[in-house]
């Protein structure tokens, strides 16, 4: 017997063009769903992408018990599907699960429905650069209750939307706005797992970059904010003097797929390569002596993005000459390259449908 069963849907949706594409607007037929009750999970299925019935007590509306991931499947020069890193996304999704007290999922299970659902959605996977399909598996407390406590029941989804560029800018240089005003986390928080709150403590502080001007915020440490944290959607690299430096991952910064892939191929590549505590103030100092040549960010969504600016109260971080730097286009080329099967995969990172 089939351990995942499949229901489809009666009515398919019309397929965008690529060209129409954006990001997380756009989702498919169906989607994968497990149930979580008396102690495990149960009922794992493939039905028609749906709307939630939920009550309003419900526990995730109240104390945000929630955890997601990211991953991306790409149509290769092949014409066949790779998923970038999927196991390691996997894992990660269960370290959250145990920082916020949700049962764990069994890896091998969300491998198999991870992999059945694409392969019945293929047809989604767009095929034009830049394009892909981004995966989506969440886990959300379902308990009707309103207390303060872990609940008993949960609910497992994975749905899939295909997507152009995370940026309007595409692999274009972005500028970011550094705050020291607000904090998004501290060690011993939830800095380092994927939790929807995360993402709202970000929400005044990007709003604030937009208006003037920016795409992003680069956080700085909730303590004495100096040291360089992450980005709102990606980690942060700086190469000073030849050297790769990204900050060290102590508690409050999420440990990224994407980041962990671009240390694995600098170092790879022989270069000097550093994890380490580094400050805004020393950012600065390297840009005023002329040493900072490229900042860049790294995350599953932009891949790479490079960085032309830095906003830091009222002084103007400018790496290099501002543009695309050698470090971060090379890194681009060659993961984005794997992604897409142009490029040998070397690491053995992509698993081919």
Same mark, same amino acid.
């Given at each position: @017997? ?46 028609? %992408? ?12 109240? %104390? ?24 390691? %996304? ?28 694409? *392969? ?31 609940? *008993?029941?949960?609910?497992? @989804? ?45 929400? @005044? ?128 080329? %060659? ?19």
């Amino acid at each position: @017997m089939d351990r995942i069963p499949v229901k489809k849907a009666e009515s398919l949706k019309k397929k965008p063009l690529d060209s129409e594409l954006s990001f997380g607007t756009i989702f498919t037929d169906h989607m994968f769903v497990m149930d979580y009750n008396n102690g495990g999970w149960q009922n794992p299925r493939i039905e028609p %992408y749906q709307p939630l019935a939920l009550d309003p007590s419900t526990m995730v509306l109240h %104390y945000g018990q929630a955890i997601f991931e990211g991953i991306k499947a790409y149509r290769r020069s092949s014409g066949k599907i790779g998923i970038f890193r999927p196991k390691a %996304y996997i894992s990660r999704l269960n370290r959250s699960a145990e920082r916020l007290c949700i049962p764990l999922v069994d890896e091998e299970l969300f491998y198999e429905a991870l992999i059945k659902l694409i *392969n019945l959605e293929k047809d989604w996977v767009p095929g034009s650069k830049e394009t892909s399909l981004y995966i989506r598996p969440f886990i959300i407390a379902t308990d009707p209750y309103l207390g303060v406590r872990p609940s *008993n029941t949960h609910k497992f @989804m994975i749905i899939l939307s295909p997507v152009g560029a995370y940026y309007p800018e595409g692999f274009k240089p972005v500028k970011i706005y550094v705050t020291d005003k607000y904090v998004r986390a501290v060690r011993g928080g939830l800095g380092h797992v994927k939790t929807p709150g995360n993402y709202a403590a970000s929400l @005044m502080a990007a709003e604030e970059a937009k208006k003037a001007g920016y795409t992003q915020v680069l956080w700085l440490d909730g303590c004495e904010r100096k040291y360089i944290e992450e980005v709102g959607t990606m980690n942060i690299f700086f190469v000073i003097n030849d050297e790769v430096i990204t900050p060290a991952l102590e508690g409050s910064i999420l440990g990224g797929i994407t980041r962990e892939s671009v240390l694995h191929a600098t170092r790879n590549w022989g270069l000097k390569v550093s994890e380490r505590p580094i400050s805004i103030d020393e950012v600065y100092e390297a840009s005023r002596k002329g040493t900072l040549q490229e900042i860049f960010g790294t995350g599953t969504a932009a891949v790479i993005s490079p960085v032309s600016e830095l906003k830091w109260n009222d002084k103007i971080i400018i790496p290099g000459d501002g543009r695309v730097g050698k470090i971060s286009q090379r890194l681009y080329d %060659y993961i984005s390259g794997v992604q897409y099967g142009l490029l040998p995969d070397d690491f053995g990172w992509v698993t081919e449908l």
